[in-house]
């Protein structure tokens, strides 16, 4: 599988952006995969976002995003999206889709992912 992932840019603080990731060469199993996204700010690790679970029907998300941010996926078209509104400065980071484990519920670890997009770079400024 091939993860693309889209929607980066420069925005205002308060402000916001919807990230696009798209698979391909998945065929019809994308359904079959928990999906996340990740970030990481300069000189700082790669940290979890939020993540949907393969049914579409749980979400996840990191405390720092909760109530900010949502995660949906369409499993006809094989995209995962991340809708990021009220942006803070410190949500400044390069943005990663990733796929995780068929059928899995593991989900808030980079180890629990196994195929990761080239990234897209999102900038909050103050």
């Known amino acids: 599988v091939q993860l693309q992932a889209s929607g980066g840019g420069l925005v205002q603080a308060g402000g916001s952006l919807r990230l696009s990731c798209a698979a391909s060469n998945s065929g019809r199993t994308f359904s079959m995969y928990v999906m996340g996204w990740f970030h990481q700010a300069p000189g700082k690790e790669r940290e979890f976002v939020a993540a949907?679970?393969?049914?579409?029907?749980?979400?996840f998300y990191a405390d720092s995003v909760k109530g900010r941010f949502t995660i949906s996926r369409d499993n006809a078209k094989n995209t995962v999206s991340l809708q990021m509104d009220s942006l803070k400065p410190e949500d400044t980071a390069v943005y990663y889709c990733?796929?995780?484990?068929?059928?899995?519920?593991?989900?808030?670890?980079?180890?629990?992912?196994?195929?990761w997009g080239q990234g897209t770079l999102v900038t909050v400024s103050s």
């Open positions: 949907i679970s393969w049914s579409a029907g749980v979400t």
């Open positions: 990733a796929r995780g484990g068929l059928y899995s519920t593991k989900y808030a670890s980079k180890s629990d992912y196994y195929n």
